[in-house]
């Protein structure tokens, strides 16, 4: 167990919805980051909030934003979702702002968009 | 553009024996290299890691390897285990940049 909690586990949904996603991360960690990992894809960094602030921007689509609340919780929020927006999503927290921390990752939230 | 490229999808190793797993980046800016093992339905989880300014770090029976001319990296397994069997990924860090570039990892499977 990693420390890090996602919510939810699995999500089914329509094209053209909106979904949350919600991550917790570790007790202490402060930067909580974002991937994306499509069949047969690599991890795709999305982007990074330390502290409450963006520090860094991935491959994120202009449809998707996230924040990090005064509580360090985090969340992804994915609007007018079409088919290849499936994908399982992770969450990873670290103590640091740099990326080169090490990441802790969360169990994923698999989307999958019908 | 794949900045980091894991060119094996896969790899099958007897137990006992040593697993290589190869990582090959394009970028000179990278600082700082990482290998990450992610197992199925769980997240990945952090393995080891070396700065770019050494050429080997070792930890336990994982050993990883970097030839900065040859702007290659390689993680040695010794002796591979069954529990061993799982994805690999290789990620490189550019303190430019601020974010881990990720290859497409490798799948190892450790045959009893």
């Known amino acids: 167990d990693s420390g890090v909690t996602q919510t939810p586990k699995h999500l089914i949904t329509a094209t053209g919805q909106r979904v949350t996603l919600r991550c917790s991360p570790r007790?202490?960690?402060?930067?909580v980051y974002w991937y994306q990992q499509s069949l047969d894809q690599g991890l795709q960094f999305l982007i990074q909030?330390?502290?409450?602030?963006?520090?860094a921007k991935g491959n994120i689509l202009e449809r998707f934003s996230a924040q990090q609340f005064p509580d360090l919780h985090s969340e992804l929020n994915l609007s007018s979702l079409e088919l290849g927006d499936s994908a399982l999503y992770f969450c990873?927290?670290?103590?640091?702002?740099?990326?080169?921390?090490?990441?802790?990752f969360g169990p994923g939230t698999r989307l999958t968009v019908t | 553009d794949q900045q980091v490229k894991q060119n094996s999808p896969s790899l099958s190793v007897q137990e006992g024996r040593i697993s290589i797993l190869n990582c090959d980046y394009t970028?000179?800016?990278?600082?700082?290299f990482l290998w990450y093992k992610k197992y199925p339905a769980e997240g990945p989880t952090f393995l080891i890691s070396?700065?770019?300014i050494k050429d080997k770090n070792e930890d336990g029976r994982f050993t990883v390897f970097l030839n900065k001319s040859a702007k290659h990296l390689s993680l040695h397994i010794v002796p591979s285990q069954p529990g061993d069997s799982a994805v690999y990924f290789c990620?490189?860090?550019?303190?430019?940049?601020?974010?881990?570039?990720w290859g497409l990892g490798t799948s190892l499977a450790v045959n009893p």
């Open positions: 990873a927290s670290s103590v640091g702002p740099g990326a080169f921390y090490e990441q802790y």
């Open positions: 007790s202490g960690d402060l930067s």
């Open positions: 909030y330390y502290n409450g602030e963006e520090r």
């Open positions: 970028n000179s800016m990278f600082d700082y």
């Open positions: 070396i700065s770019s």
């Open positions: 990620a490189a860090h550019a303190g430019n940049n601020r974010k881990l570039i």
